[in-house]
């Protein structure tokens, strides 16, 4: 078979080998052991000696697994050896879930405008994480697994792709509730078009399309924030709603910070029993008033957090925004962020993707991917670099992971060169995440062989195809000196844009057409010092 995809692996398929060395590593994320400014690793034990913990192969708590039910995991291989020995902690990365895709919303705009995003607001998992995946889901709570790969043209380096995916979205009948707090940026900066007046037309569709009993309030804040509609059940009051909306005007200057406290405390004076409660961020993040250090604004508001399971969703908008401070509220927030330039893609995230976004399926999800010392000779996560987790921590249920709802995947895209002859066990990516609901721990597995590697990336699936393309062209986005590398197999940008029409042209698929044009728009650029060769 092509590849090999894992679902729900209990101790019976891991034998109590290595395999049970769990998920994948450091992107959102970075977790490689030796910790390099590119999350790469040698395979050498740089750890100084020192003795980690490594992930145990009995069976994670949460009850009997679908590999035990099943009894054998899916496409397991019969002649795969068993491993006694786990490998050493550089051949581990780890990392913590994250669905964020903010950052390529924000280069799109930014190539769209003629100029090159910074760097610095180029993180590879969010383009990854912006396409469709055709990974098989779960059918309750939790994650599915799927681990494949595809051999480059560069000597014995292939793209591992380790994909994480929840339950299909409930309808919008089978939802719970929600209570949603819309804290919202009237500063002066939102009078330019496409920040304001796309919030308010947004939330009026919204409100109409919300359930009856889902519960909506407002904050709005510029110096000073304001309620300016507490909790309010929809029902018949949806005209308060929308009276409420039409009112929001641009003010003054930013004062985030008040903004995000004001909007935790209306949440809390509103929370509802039994209901999904969530504050809905939006803005463009350019804080310059009162306190604009996000640790300092997240620790005011970390009881709401901790003690009411209150997460945060961050919708970024303008020419303008304040990339690094909506990331990291929303990172450290429990929550995920997005970015929308144009009504279009304001009415998809709030009147489609919302409803994802209300519920959750899983709470501080991490994932570890463990790579075979015996085949494996170096490593690189692509991406993940502000969500590495210590390895020893996978399985610290107390140190902080992702939040995930259903319809969601989760993707992390590895380099990774093999040893020359390797053949056998290549990784094993597992996830572990609390019940949103019990805090009860769980995990799931799933593993590569390298005779399941596609032989070229390029006649490998469709998706898969996609995944790289888009991975390539945000390392070439970010190129930046030496700190991140061109990856094992890159393109030119016109030939990587040659490759994306395509892909586009096969599947009819708008969302690749729009990365074709993107890559079109960088390379018209001339921007050879990030994407040409020579």
């Given at each position: 078979m092509d590849h090999i995809r894992a679902q729900a692996t209990g101790s019976r398929r891991l034998r109590g080998t290595l395999l049970a060395l769990t998920a994948a590593g450091a992107l959102l994320l970075t977790g490689c052991g030796a910790g390099s400014g590119d999350n790469s690793s040698d395979g050498s034990n740089k750890s100084g000696g020192r003795n980690l913990p490594l992930p145990s192969p009995a069976q994670p708590s949460g009850g009997t697994s679908q590999g035990e039910q099943n009894g054998s995991q899916q496409g397991e291989h019969s002649g795969a050896p068993d491993r006694e020995v786990a490998p050493s902690p550089d051949y581990l990365s780890t990392f913590a879930l994250d669905v964020d895709t903010a950052s390529y919303g924000y280069a799109r705009r930014t190539l769209a405008g003629g100029h090159i995003p910074n760097p610095s607001t180029v993180r590879p998992e969010e383009f990854v994480n912006s396409f469709r995946q055709d990974y098989e889901r779960p059918d309750g709570n939790g994650f599915s697994v799927t681990v494949d790969g595809a051999r480059t043209d560069d000597s014995r380096w292939s793209l591992v792709r380790v994909g994480l995916a929840t339950r299909a979205a409930d309808s919008?009948?089978?939802?719970?509730?929600?209570?949603?707090?819309?804290?919202?940026?009237?500063?002066?900066?939102?009078?330019?078009?496409?920040?304001?007046?796309?919030?308010?037309?947004?939330?009026?569709v919204m409100t109409?399309?919300?359930?009856?009993?889902?519960?909506?309030?407002?904050?709005?804040?510029?110096s000073e924030a304001e309620t300016v509609l507490p909790m309010t059940r929809l029902g018949d009051h949806r005209g308060r709603v929308h009276d409420a909306i039409d009112g929001l005007e641009p003010q003054d200057s930013t004062n985030l910070g008040a903004g995000v406290d004001q909007g935790y405390d209306t949440a809390v004076d509103g929370l509802r029993e039994g209901a999904t409660n969530r504050v809905v961020l939006i803005s463009d993040a350019l804080a310059n008033t009162g306190d604009t250090d996000a640790d300092s604004i997240l620790e005011r508001i970390s009881s709401a957090r901790r003690e009411h399971g209150i997460t945060l969703f961050g919708v970024g908008v303008g020419s303008d925004y304040g990339d690094a401070l909506m990331e990291r509220l929303a990172d450290k927030g429990d929550g995920h962020t997005t970015y929308v330039s144009d009504r279009d893609e304001a009415r998809t995230v709030f009147c489609e993707q919302l409803p994802q976004n209300i519920d959750l399926t899983a709470r501080d999800a991490k994932a570890q991917v463990a790579f075979d010392p015996q085949t494996v000779e170096k490593f690189r996560l692509?991406?993940?670099?502000?969500?590495?987790?210590?390895?020893?921590?996978?399985?610290?249920?107390?140190?902080?992971?992702?939040?995930?709802?259903?319809g969601h995947t989760v993707t992390a895209l590895y380099a990774v060169r093999t040893k020359p002859g390797a053949s056998g066990h290549l990784a094993t990516?597992?996830?572990?995440?609390?019940?949103?609901?019990?805090?009860?721990?769980?995990?799931?597995?799933?593993?590569?062989?390298?005779?399941?590697?596609?032989?070229?990336?390029w006649s490998s699936p469709h998706a898969f195809q996609v995944t790289a393309v888009a991975a390539y062209f945000a390392n070439a986005l970010r190129a930046d000196g030496d700190r991140w590398s061109a990856l094992p197999g890159t393109l030119p940008l016109d030939e990587l844009a040659t490759r994306a029409h395509k892909l586009a042209s096969a599947s009819e698929d708008k969302a690749v057409q729009d990365l074709a044009t993107a890559i079109d728009q960088a390379n018209d650029l001339d921007i050879c010092d990030i994407g040409c060769t020579t």
């Amino acid at each position: 078979m092509d590849h090999i995809r894992a679902q729900a692996t209990g101790s019976r398929r891991l034998r109590g080998t290595l395999l049970a060395l769990t998920a994948a590593g450091a992107l959102l994320l970075t977790g490689c052991g030796a910790g390099s400014g590119d999350n790469s690793s040698d395979g050498s034990n740089k750890s100084g000696g020192r003795n980690l913990p490594l992930p145990s192969p009995a069976q994670p708590s949460g009850g009997t697994s679908q590999g035990e039910q099943n009894g054998s995991q899916q496409g397991e291989h019969s002649g795969a050896p068993d491993r006694e020995v786990a490998p050493s902690p550089d051949y581990l990365s780890t990392f913590a879930l994250d669905v964020d895709t903010a950052s390529y919303g924000y280069a799109r705009r930014t190539l769209a405008g003629g100029h090159i995003p910074n760097p610095s607001t180029v993180r590879p998992e969010e383009f990854v994480n912006s396409f469709r995946q055709d990974y098989e889901r779960p059918d309750g709570n939790g994650f599915s697994v799927t681990v494949d790969g595809a051999r480059t043209d560069d000597s014995r380096w292939s793209l591992v792709r380790v994909g994480l995916a929840t339950r299909a979205a409930d309808s919008e009948s089978e939802r719970p509730p929600a209570a949603l707090t819309f804290v919202i940026d009237v500063s002066g900066s939102m009078q330019e078009p496409g920040r304001l007046d796309l919030a308010k037309d947004s939330l009026d569709v919204m409100t109409d399309r919300l359930r009856d009993d889902d519960s909506v309030a407002l904050v709005t804040f510029s110096s000073e924030a304001e309620t300016v509609l507490p909790m309010t059940r929809l029902g018949d009051h949806r005209g308060r709603v929308h009276d409420a909306i039409d009112g929001l005007e641009p003010q003054d200057s930013t004062n985030l910070g008040a903004g995000v406290d004001q909007g935790y405390d209306t949440a809390v004076d509103g929370l509802r029993e039994g209901a999904t409660n969530r504050v809905v961020l939006i803005s463009d993040a350019l804080a310059n008033t009162g306190d604009t250090d996000a640790d300092s604004i997240l620790e005011r508001i970390s009881s709401a957090r901790r003690e009411h399971g209150i997460t945060l969703f961050g919708v970024g908008v303008g020419s303008d925004y304040g990339d690094a401070l909506m990331e990291r509220l929303a990172d450290k927030g429990d929550g995920h962020t997005t970015y929308v330039s144009d009504r279009d893609e304001a009415r998809t995230v709030f009147c489609e993707q919302l409803p994802q976004n209300i519920d959750l399926t899983a709470r501080d999800a991490k994932a570890q991917v463990a790579f075979d010392p015996q085949t494996v000779e170096k490593f690189r996560l692509i991406g993940y670099d502000d969500r590495k987790v210590a390895d020893e921590d996978f399985r610290d249920d107390r140190v902080d992971g992702g939040e995930v709802g259903p319809g969601h995947t989760v993707t992390a895209l590895y380099a990774v060169r093999t040893k020359p002859g390797a053949s056998g066990h290549l990784a094993t990516a597992s996830v572990r995440w609390l019940d949103p609901d019990s805090r009860a721990p769980h995990e799931e597995s799933g593993q590569l062989e390298t005779g399941s590697l596609h032989d070229d990336l390029w006649s490998s699936p469709h998706a898969f195809q996609v995944t790289a393309v888009a991975a390539y062209f945000a390392n070439a986005l970010r190129a930046d000196g030496d700190r991140w590398s061109a990856l094992p197999g890159t393109l030119p940008l016109d030939e990587l844009a040659t490759r994306a029409h395509k892909l586009a042209s096969a599947s009819e698929d708008k969302a690749v057409q729009d990365l074709a044009t993107a890559i079109d728009q960088a390379n018209d650029l001339d921007i050879c010092d990030i994407g040409c060769t020579t």
